[in-house]
């Protein structure tokens, strides 16, 4: 069993070259990586936080170059957790494009994901965005705003932090029980492997039961 | 627009169908670079699933050229406004169960229904995986199940004396049935164990007595009872009077084998439509650095005769790639024009006649549809032809709450496919049955697909372009499967399939001492001990021995203790 | 290449991981140490918490830091009076717990924790935990602790038995196969479904229910044959099982006493009088003596030597007793020769009213029918004869016997099993048949009975004089109770 009680799972998206794969990077590894682009099969991070007291598992997935030509799976954005929509604060047109990524967020994502906004890259001079005006979006359309800097280490922390904290206090109220509810009713195939060869689950064709027999075992003593 | 893009690849994948995605992932994933198009805005060609609005308008637009011969109606009002005004008017009805059904379709209006058009995922091509089947196990060993959830079919049904029953198939399902009573309850559980220990012992009798014989024919040697045979027959082994006995001992078997993994029944659904099938290959090939360009017009292909290498043209930009593979229907019409009867599908024919249907109640009784609705499977037979009807609830992630969607599929008689669909549709959606659904919305379509003969091979080897399969009349993938691994195997002889892709945990990120633990993976006791070994640079071999030792409980010692307990 | 995949080799990942264990031990033995350390400073504080938090998510079976744990709460709570702070003491316990029971949900310590924080909490939310059990049997529906868990904060919810039994029933539609479950009902239905009828020994609940749980159990032994759980719960429905604490013989003359009972008990000086029709005590008979020299046992005799206890051979003695689980409180004795007696020949008392003989006959139907398509079914074959016993033992005798004698054949592995079982029947209908023929009490004569392989009621043959048997069963005649009522004395 895993040891965890919560599995979060957040994904990114925004326009190419706006920081998403560092913001990952930075939170999971500590790393800011030079360089451009998302190493070849790399689907997605995972990094265990604790917050008030509870394990989290937080799987972190990046858009694996599919935003380049809006080209975007929308099953990607099926059972998220929570969203962060990134812009690159020095270029006005990664903001400019918020809204078609919104559009496509309302598309395909659950209606109820967390969203965030981020700008990235504070650590830039020329910036382009005041942060009031990334501010002022994201309270337009219902999101939680942070301005971050990969680069420096920036609010990056923070950034997961609290949507760890958000999604835990979401999880905590639907449910007194702390059940991961979103998921409960769908299937992952990931254990295909043990249940095949342990055979364990309840509604097999054959007895599962490695129970013998009352009548199996020998007379005199039985009775 | 395609100014970005690299001008030379290894692979140029057109349409982003089932078996193009399955041929871009698996050469993505053994390291060839990938151009994957589509002229579509969207995922999947025939294989993808639309919202409610999209999809009456692709039928409104009298669909493409691999949907044709569109039809669609509505049998609610506008408006629900008039729904109520003309409920008076039958105001007065006595039998209240009519009522009740009358009402439920009063809930709902074709405004109210594109409203929620967002809920729905109406694939064209709908499919039902066997949990122990060909995708499930390419999902799994390929890993790419990490991009899709499943929902476990509820029940498997089967017409028997006008009424559709429950096909039990689990041990709980046989326990908890009524259909059954006690004595035939034990015939088939010993009839199903029978075949599951079947083909172990290679001399059994069995075997030899029946080669060359039915199934059938086997059944009735079986002492069962007529509802057993039926259950058997139409639901489990899913076979036709002449089915061999081969055949249907093997389909029976992999009926068996895939019980007891997932859900109840030995099915899965994948949540929000089987287009979302395709997705999950197409991400793999990005992950592994394919890349993705949507709503691509291609407008000619040209093969250099010296070095067979291609040269797409995609909205004037000419990119070379070593090989194409393309979905039939994709194909530019200057290049066919040019290469008549080479790749034999310039003529699409009628391939599946589909039928989607919307009610606000589901098919069959109470005790088929507990909890809000089943996600049920059933197949229906007229004749010498078959259908294979799909019950969706919103459990599927496919429909809104209240309502049920039907996919209704048969192969291709003719190109009228509410005709070729009657003999079915009138089974379950009889107007004269007040238990029958009452429709809200109903459509019509043919899949179209490329003509087989033994003239036209599936892939010529001797070019660089590769035509895939549209979808087959059949349950699960198999044969698209086969087919795609085909096309792969042709294109990169010694390549292995889809190798299993790695966890995140597993890779070395550049500059990563790949013996170093991460600091960052670590728990907090554990990265605090790192640091101070680190600090006082102390030597690592520490015995194996000490672990045991120290009494330390591993995850995987738990699971043999657990093991061990039961 | 440059930007392609590389994935650790298994030499690396082993190291890795060896690196991880070195460290997972190191951090084991430091926290261990300090954890000693500040237990004998009796440091009982926040950090003790942590120290025992990271080691017991990884092995929650170290008993020890379960109890330092709960002496911190102790501490911890021992000055606080708010309710609400006090209470959230006791619910990071239980969120840890929890925690804990994910990485091994058959943690004895884990679960203990969970009652004794419960017990100790301010304010207990029990509905909580039923879910939570809920939750648990949904991931393993057979975790037994789970199951006795549940029973625990079941009864402190004061959930609605109805609502646990369906809770039961749904459980053992997706699972029958499952002994904690069954288990479970059968505490359950004896308290919903009380029996009210006379028959002795008691039903374990009503009988219309029993109908219904019969009609289950065989749907589910027929569905699976070769699951146990079902056998078990049928037995125990058709009450084979639940023999009672009952006086089976008494032997009384002027010399000595015998008394036997169906199970074991400790007989003391006070429990027994033999009084006449009058109510005149004649003997208050003391000094009982267990036949195998047990403190419990199921057959004790008394030697009466010089007592005149039965004066007037011909008067009407009546033996009163007084033993608690007996409710036989007076029980008349009949006159052979110079001797009192009573006798009562075991598992005969059992019927059932009209409906559930009803319900059985079906079952039987159903077997028979089936018994058509497999002759060799063993299980059917076993079911057929123990329904037949139910039935009427008298009626099919014979036949549930060639019932046995067939699980012999096709059983073979069991064949004593059911030789046994066929011994036990074969000695129910011959006690049965011996209290009407002429030779009773005084003699009991076994050996024409050549199926008889095992006496398994020693303690009803203790009345008789003479006790014969065939030459295989002489290793039994060192049975006291085999060597005739006349040869009891001191």
């Known amino acids: 069993m895993e040891d965890y009680k919560f599995l979060f799972k957040i994904v990114l998206v925004g326009n190419a ?207 | 627009m395609s100014d970005d893009l690299p001008d030379k690849f290894d692979l140029i994948v057109i349409g982003t169908g089932f078996p193009e995605s399955c041929v871009a992932a698996a050469a993505s994933r053994i390291g060839k670079t990938v151009l994957h198009i589509d002229p ?46 003309e409920s008076d008017t039958v105001a007065g009805e006595t039998n209240i169960k009519t009522d009740a059904a009358k009402q439920n379709v009063l809930d709902w209006s074709r405004e109210t229904l594109l409203q929620q058009s967002r809920r729905f995922n109406l694939d064209l091509s709908p499919k039902i995986l066997y949990s122990a089947g060909r995708l499930v196990q390419l999902l799994v060993s390929s890993n790419i199940c990490r991009y899709a959830e499943f929902r476990a079919v509820d029940h498997v049904c089967t017409r028997f004396q006008n009424n559709i029953i429950n096909v039990p198939c689990s041990r709980s399902d046989v326990f908890n049935t009524k259909d059954l009573n006690i004595v035939e309850k034990r015939l088939l559980m010993k009839f199903l164990t029978l075949c599951m220990t079947y083909g172990e012992d290679k001399t059994d009798e069995d075997a030899l007595q029946f080669r060359g014989k039915t199934f059938r024919e086997y059944l009735q040697e079986q002492k069962v009872t007529e509802k057993i045979s039926i259950c058997v027959m139409q639901a489990i082994a899913m076979c036709n009077d002449d089915t061999s ?43 592994f650095g394919g890349i993705y360009c949507l709503k691509r017009q291609i407008d000619d292909i040209n093969i250099e005769a010296d070095t067979n290498i291609a040269s797409v043209v995609l909205e004037g930009k000419t990119i070379k790639a070593q090989h194409v593979v393309s979905a039939p229907g994709h194909l530019p019409n200057a290049f066919l024009q040019r290469n008549v009867g080479v790749y034999g599908q310039a003529e699409l024919v009628n391939s599946l006649s589909r039928g989607i249907f919307l009610s606000a109640t589901p ?17 229906l037979l007229a004749g010498t032809q078959e259908a294979i009807l799909i019950q969706l609830s919103h459990f599927s992630g496919t429909c809104p709450k209240g309502v049920f969607l039907f996919h209704i599929t048969t192969t291709a ?125 102390e030597n690592m071999d520490i015995e194996d021995t000490d672990a045991a030792q120290a009494g330390e409980c591993t995850q995987e010692d738990a699971e043999t203790q657990n093991m061990d307990a039961d | 290449m440059h930007g392609r995949l590389k994935v650790r080799t298994t030499e690396e990942e082993r190291e890795r991981k060896k690196k991880e264990q070195t460290l997972k031990v190191k951090a084991y033995r430091a926290a261990m140490a300090k954890i000693q350390e500040k237990r004998r400073l009796q440091q009982l504080d926040d950090e003790m918490l942590v120290l025992t938090s990271q080691i017991l998510l990884r092995n929650p079976d170290v008993s020890t830091l379960w109890n330092i744990r709960r002496e911190c709460v102790e501490q911890k709570s021992l000055n606080i009076d708010d309710v609400d702070q006090r209470q959230a003491i006791y619910d990071t316990e239980l969120n840890f717990s929890e925690q804990c029971l994910l990485v091994n949900p058959k943690s004895y310590n884990g679960w203990h924790h969970r009652c004794w924080t419960l017990e100790h909490s301010p304010t207990a939310n029990w509905e909580r935990e039923v879910m939570l059990c809920s939750k648990y049997l949904k991931m393993d529906e057979r975790n037994f602790h789970t199951w006795d868990y549940r029973r625990y904060v079941v009864e402190k919810a004061r959930t609605s038995k109805q609502n646990e039994l369906d809770f039961c029933t749904e459980k053992i539609k997706a699972n029958f196969s499952n ?312």
């Open chain 1, 17 to 223: 070259g706006v920081g998403k794969t560092c913001l990952v990077r930075r939170f999971t590894q500590g790393l800011f990586p030079p360089g451009q682009g998302a190493t070849i099969g790399v689907d997605f991070m995972i990094k265990t936080v604790e917050v008030e007291g509870e394990k989290i598992k937080l799987q972190i997935w990046d858009t694996a170059g599919q935003e380049r030509f809006r080209s975007i799976t929308q099953s990607y954005y099926r059972s998220a957790h929570a969203l962060i929509l990134v812009y690159d604060i020095s270029c006005q047109p990664t903001f400019d494009c918020l809204p078609d990524w919104l559009r496509e967020i309302q598309e395909y994502a659950n209606s109820k994901v967390l969203k965030i906004l981020v700008g990235n890259k504070t650590d830039r001079d020329d910036r382009e965005i005041p942060t009031q005006i990334g501010e002022e979006f994201a309270k337009q359309h219902d999101m939680y705003f942070l301005e971050t800097s990969a680069k420096e280490a920036e609010n990056v922390e923070r950034l997961f932090y609290e949507i760890a904290a958000e999604l835990i206090d979401q999880a905590r109220s639907k449910d007194g029980t702390n059940v991961n509810k979103t998921t409960a009713d769908a299937i992952g195939l990931g254990n295909f492997g043990t249940k095949a060869t342990q055979n364990s689950c309840c509604s097999g064709f054959s007895s599962n039961t490695s129970q013998t027999n009352c009548e199996n075992g020998n007379s005199r003593s039985n009775t």
């Open chain 2, 40 to 85: 579509n805005e969207y995922y999947g060609g025939v294989w993808a699933s639309f919202n409610l609005e999209s999809f009456c308008a692709l039928l409104e637009q009298g669909g493409n050229k691999e949907l044709r011969n569109a039809s669609q109606k509505w049998h609610v009002a506008e408006t629900l406004k008039v729904a109520e005004a």
């Open chain 2, 245 to 287: 006995f081969e055949e249907g001992m093997a389909r029976t078997q992999q009926f068996l084998n895939s019980l007891g993994r997932y859900g109840n029944t030995p099915f899965l659904f994948p949540m929000y439509g089987c287009g979302e099938i395709p997705q999950c290959f197409c991400r793999l090939c990005a992950v």
């Open chain 2, 363 to 379: 098919l069959g009784s109470e005790e088929l549809n507990s909890g809000g609705g089943g996600v049920n499977l059933l197949r």
């Open chain 2, 413 to 537: 008689q003719s190109d009228q496919p509410a005709q070729d669909l009657a003999p079915f549709v009138s089974q379950v959606f009889n107007p004269d049955d007040e238990n029958a659904p009452k429709l809200l919305y109903s459509a019509y379509f043919t899949i179209m697909g490329r003509e087989r003969t033994s003239a036209t091979p599936n892939v010529d080897v001797s070019t660089t372009i590769f035509c895939t399969s549209t979808p087959y009349y059949e349950l699960d993938y198999d044969k698209s499967i086969i087919s795609a691994r085909e096309i792969f195997a042709k294109l990169y002889a010694d390549a292995e399939f889809l190798p299993r892709a790695p966890d995140p945990e597993e890779i070395v990120i550049e500059g990563e001492d790949p013996r170093a633990l991460s600091e960052n993976s670590l728990p907090d006791d554990l990265r605090e001990q790192l640091r101070e070994l680190e600090n006082s640079a």
């Open chain 3, 179 to 490: 002994y904690s479950s069954w288990h479970h009902r059968s505490l359950l239905l004896p308290q919903l479904y009380p029996y009210e009828g006379d028959a002795q020994p008691k039903r374990a609940m009503n009988e219309e229910k029993l109908k219904e749980e019969l009609e289950m159990v065989l749907t589910a032994a027929f569905t699976d044959p070769n699951d146990s759980s079902a056998w078990f719960y049928q037995r125990w429905l058709l009450g084979y099982s639940r023999q009672e604490l009952d006086v089976c013989a008494f032997r009384c003359d002027n010399n000595r006493a015998v008394l036997s009972f169906t199970n074991p008990i400790i007989l003391t000086e006070e429990d027994v009088v033999i009084t006449d029709s009058k109510g005149n005590i004649k003997k208050k008979i003391t000094n009982w003596k267990s036949i195998n020299g047990a403190k419990s046992d199921t057959t004790w005799f008394c030697s009466l030597n010089g007592d005149k206890v039965l004066e007037h051979i011909n008067d009407q003695y009546l033996l009163e007793l007084h033993i608690t689980d007996i409710n036989v409180k007076q029980i008349t004795l009949k006159t052979y020769k110079q001797s009192v007696y009573f006798f009562k020949p075991p598992n005969q008392s059992f019927t059932f009213t009209e409906n559930v003989l009803n319900e059985l006959q079906t079952q039987l139907e159903s077997c028979e029918s089936l018994l058509e398509y497999e002759p060799d079914s063993k299980w059917t074959l076993l079911t057929s004869a123990l329904l037949m016993r139910a039935i009427g033992s008298q009626k099919y005798h014979d036949k549930s016997l060639k019932y046995l004698g067939k699980l012999e054949k096709v059983d073979i592995l069991r064949e004593n099993y059911y030789r046994d079982m066929a011994s036990k029947w074969i000695l129910e209908k011959y006690l049965l048949d011996w209290t009407s023929s002429e030779d009773f009490p005084g003699k009991l004569d076994l050996r024409n009975e050549e199926h008889l392989n095992a006496i398994f009621y020693p303690q009803y043959l203790c009345i008789a004089d003479i006790v014969l048997v065939s030459e295989k069963l002489n290793h039994y005649s060192d049975k006291k109770q085999l060597q005739g009522f006349i040869a009891f004395k001191l």
